[in-house]
Nanobody, 120 residues
Framework: VQLQASGGGLVQAGRSLTLSCAAS????????MEWYRQAPGKQREFVAA???????NVANSVDGRFTISRDSAKSTVYLQMNSLKSEDTAVYYC???????????????WGQGTQVTVSS
């Protein structure tokens, strides 16, 4: 299973970006899909998650500004980021729980990360 994240870039504070992360390969079922971020010198932190049934939750720090969604048919998760702040600058990683067959155990995969830089 491979994860391809995209959509990062340089943006001014107050603007928006949308990240996407597509899973491909031998996949029977994609369960929870999540986004994390890691700023320079800091630990990786949870940003948002969405279950296979579409139940979403986001971290308090981004609540009201970020929205997570998914297209299960495309095995893709999105992160719509509005009203970006300089403190949102980080490398954003997608994290996905996947079953590669109906009887298989759930495996976890990380995307390669996409840089988001917010200039003030």
């Amino acid at each position: 299973v491979q994860l391809q994240a995209s959509g990062g870039g340089l943006v001014q504070a107050g603007r928006s970006l949308t990240l996407s992360c597509a899973a491909s390969g031998s996949i029977s079922r994609v369960n929870t899909m999540e986004w994390y971020r890691q700023a320079p010198g800091k630990q990786r932190e949870f940003v948002a998650a969405i279950t296979g049934g579409g139940i979403a939750n986001v971290a308090n720090s981004v609540d009201g500004r970020f929205t997570i969604s998914r297209d299960s048919a495309k095995s893709t998760v999105y992160l719509q980021m509005n009203s970006l702040k300089s403190e949102d600058t980080a490398v954003y990683y997608c994290y996905v729980l996947v079953q590669e067959c109906d009887e298989c155990a759930v495996n976890e995969y990380w995307g390669q990360g996409t840089q988001v830089t917010v200039s003030s």
